[in-house]
């Protein structure tokens, strides 16, 4: 119960990796809104955590206040909050339209600043807040072609904890993120053969893609008071993936 009697609003938690932090967090005793453009999901998602469900697209101002206000509404008050929403269109770079880059940029890294600058004013007010990110490993470390406009995005979510982070300190608000890697999760298993995910496993470490319980765990702890003497840092969660040179790079433990 590590979170007992906290607020927690988590953003795209209607399936996957969000829905898979909301759960975690309500298991340790969170009180747990979620926001999400996919209604009919987020409503389920959060009936089974006996939560709130809001809509919202946070790439519009006025929906990131109406997800924080509806929060502060229900409990009181808003302790956490995680942005999870993104899009992730595969284009090359040549080929992507401005408009496809402005649309992951406004969710992707302008919804993170929404949601902290609406979230701001409550946690200052008590002295305490987390707020956190799903940033990836791809962008702040790794990339692959047509993810040009998703790198940008993910990378400078890791750029605006930092910043974010020094500002916020002083109104004891922490700010971290997360970096997954490949985590097999609904979509991943709809939309990528089976051929696929097996050159992703080959391609980590500890040999399996991880999973969003996975990704929630090392969430809970940032949310947590364990980690109430880290902030404007970032939690890599990929199974070992970004430390390869090459592919050659198993060995016989015997």
Known sequence: ?????QAALVVGAARG???AIAERFREEGADIVIADVEASAGRQTAQRLDGRFVEADISVWQQAQNAVAATVEA???IDILVQNAGIYPWTLI???EPEEWDAVLAVNLKGAFLCARAALPHMKAQRHGRLLFTSSITGPHVTSPGHGHYSA???GINGFIRAAALEFSSYGITVNGVEPGNIL??????????EFIRSMEE????GRMGTPRDVANAFLFLASEDASYI?????VVDGGQILPEGSDFRINPD
């Open 185 to 194: 999760t609904e979509g991943m298993k709809a939309h990528r053969s089976a």
């Open 75 to 77: 409990y009181g008050r």
């Open 231 to 235: 902030t404007g840092t970032t939690i």
């Open 1 to 5: 119960m590590r979170l007992k009697g």
């Open 153 to 155: 995005s993910k990378a």
């Open 94 to 96: 040549e080929k992507t």
């Open 17 to 19: 990796i969000g829905a």
């Open 203 to 206: 391609a980590i470490p500890l």
